[in-house]
């Protein structure tokens, strides 16, 4: 998994079915990025689900959440017209999990990205990764103690 | 993963509110899995009411559910009224009827001045102590509800496995 204070590799991945999102167009503002195993799958529902609740308090901190699994993009529409999500998924479905290896999160056996979460400051730097074990549910708390101490700076 | 906001007497609480053994739930009203949780804790609390200090605190996944935060004001507002574990059990054990109608139905039961609840229920401060509640949830690592947290520490485990806790 890539660490703090690398350099968050860039990418282009479909947030809709008919619009594209590149990490680099955010530059000036933070970026979360949560990748997640799979659309539907309960644990990973229950976190989207919380950071659903969140994004006001991200917006405070002026940054910008994208969950990424290797769902299709009409997988993504589905879930997310079903959960009531107010936030992108990104499809990193061609090549397959291609942003999650550059990332260093994609599990080959299961076919998947690892749960990991990645907080990439003003300049694109990642600041603070953390990988979750799948079966866990990370919660908002590292999220938002990076984003405090990157106000502070 | 540790409480972050210390336990204090802005909290709702029940038992023995000078036990050594504190354990802080962080419930969605409408969630099923706290609903199915209410049983277990109101058990729990009557075996060993003596031994323990239980605080409720919000956590409305109010994206989610429709009713999880006008269900939590109206608890806050019964709260106002000396009422709220009142309207707590009286929430959760009617869950499968939850709506606005039904809240203040449920007000009306419980025997609440009606007219004060309808003013309190408007009141910014009920909503900006939920708000609180969430917020130390979330930097205390609550990740769903329920999430229980036993002297401070959070408790990965449901709310049966608590009674493991006063095995001695």
């Known amino acids: ?153 | 993963m540790s409480l972050k906001i210390p336990v204090s007497t802005t909290d709702h609480a029940q038992g023995n509110l000078n036990a050594d053994l504190v354990i802080v739930e962080y419930g969605d009203y409408q969630c099923s899995y706290c609903g199915a949780a209410y049983p277990v804790l109101k058990k729990l609390l009557k075996k060993f009411s003596g031994e323990v200090k239980f605080v409720f605190r919000n956590f409305p996944l109010s994206e989610m559910h429709e009713y999880a935060l006008p269900a939590a004001i109206a608890a806050e507002a019964a709260s106002l009224q000396d009422k709220f574990w009142e309207m707590h059990d009286a929430i959760y054990e009617n869950q499968q009827y939850l709506d606005d109608l039904y809240l203040f139905k449920m007000a009306e039961e419980i025997g609440l001045d009606m007219e004060k609840f309808k003013s309190d229920i408007q009141k910014e401060e009920l909503a900006n102590k939920i708000d609180a509640d969430f917020q130390g949830g979330v930097i205390s690592g609550v990740n769903g509800t329920p999430s229980f947290y036993v002297n401070g520490k959070k408790f990965d485990a449901g709310a049966e496995d608590l009674f493991k806790l006063f095995i001695k």
């Open chain 1, 1 to 153: 998994m890539l660490e703090k204070n690398t350099v968050a590799p860039d990418f282009t991945l479909f947030a809709t079915p008919d619009q594209k999102v590149t990490l680099s167009e955010f530059k000036g503002r933070n970026v979360i990025l949560a990748f997640y195993p799979a659309d539907w799958s309960p644990v990973c529902s229950d976190q989207m689900a919380l950071y659903n609740e969140m994004l006001k308090y991200f917006k405070k901190y002026d940054a910008e959440l994208f969950a990424i699994s290797v769902d299709s993009k009409w997988c993504h529409l589905a879930f997310s017209q079903s959960r009531n999500l107010h936030f992108p998924l990104l499809a990193d479905f061609e090549p397959k999990g291609g942003v999650a290896k550059k990332y260093d999160v994609y599990n080959e056996n299961e076919g998947q990205c690892n749960r990991a979460l990645f907080v990439i400051d003003k300049e694109g730097i990642i600041q603070w990764s953390y990988k979750s074990p799948t079966a866990v549910n990370p919660g908002a708390d590292g999220i938002l103690d990076t984003l405090e101490n990157l106000k502070i700076k």
